[in-house]
């Protein structure tokens, strides 16, 4: 399948340095944040979440920012390499008990390269 | 994987014939959505469901209905197919809230 969101902007990194992926939302009420990565011609998939009561949260090479006070998110992603490249996206809701509400940000394009 | 398959993965269909994307779950979650995904656009909700024959609509719903007749399977139809509906189509199933897992797409065509 053909890749989705061909004007994406995009951010290029030398493998092996770290990567931050940036992502602004607009709703102050909104309580949950998730980033997807999808790479091309494949499905969403689950990265990294963090609740409106944490700052920061860790996984494995990754790191999730969150500053509430001017609404931004951002995604670190360390050492960075070859299979990191694809198009990096956030979603925000309020935490309803239902992801209905889940609104989806168009998305960053990471380009690794060697 | 989150054990969501999506069928047909990719369909070619004219201008008025209706078409059933079918969305298939191995996990046992409660809720199913539908999404559609653009470019220039985040994923935008279709419809959702949230048990057998419980479902609602979601911000782009026009065109199109869903059903859920078993906990596994979640069916979007589109009645009649136009243009617009030309789009890349994705399952997602959610049993912890607001986390949600996808299915792979299905790229539909309409001419």
């Known amino acids: 399948g053909e890749s989705v969101g061909l004007h994406l902007p995009t951010l290029s990194v030398q493998e092996g340095d770290n990567s931050i992926i940036n992502c602004a939302y607009s709703?102050?009420?909104?309580?949950?944040f998730i980033w997807y990565k999808q790479e091309s011609g494949k499905g969403p998939q689950f990265i990294i979440d963090?609740?409106?009561?944490?700052d920061k949260r860790q996984g494995q090479r990754v790191t999730v920012l969150l500053n509430k006070t001017v609404k931004h998110l951002s995604l670190q992603i360390a050492a960075t390499q070859p299979g990191d490249s694809a198009v990096y996206f956030c979603?925000?809701?309020?935490?309803?008990?239902?992801?209905?509400?889940?609104?989806f940000g168009t998305g960053t394009r990471l380009q690794v390269t060697l | 994987d989150a054990g969501i398959t999506q069928s047909p993965r990719h369909k070619v269909t004219e201008t008025g014939t209706p078409v059933t994307l079918r969305c298939h779950q191995t996990?046992?979650?409660?809720?199913m959505y539908w999404y559609r995904q653009d470019p220039g656009h985040g994923l935008r909700l279709i419809h959702y469901s949230y048990g057998v024959k419980d479902t609602d609509k979601g911000e782009v719903s026009d065109g199109y209905s869903v059903s859920r007749s078993k906990t596994e399977d979640f069916l979007l139809t589109l009645e009649s197919a136009t243009s617009s509906q030309t789009s890349v189509y994705f399952c997602a199933i959610s049993g912890r809230a607001n986390t949600i897992y996808f299915g792979e797409g299905s790229w539909l065509t309409v001419v």
């Open positions: 963090i609740r409106s009561n944490m």
């Open positions: 996990e046992n979650h409660r809720y």
């Open positions: 709703n102050s009420a909104s309580d949950y």
């Open positions: 979603a925000e809701s309020p935490y309803t008990g239902t992801a209905s509400k889940l609104t």
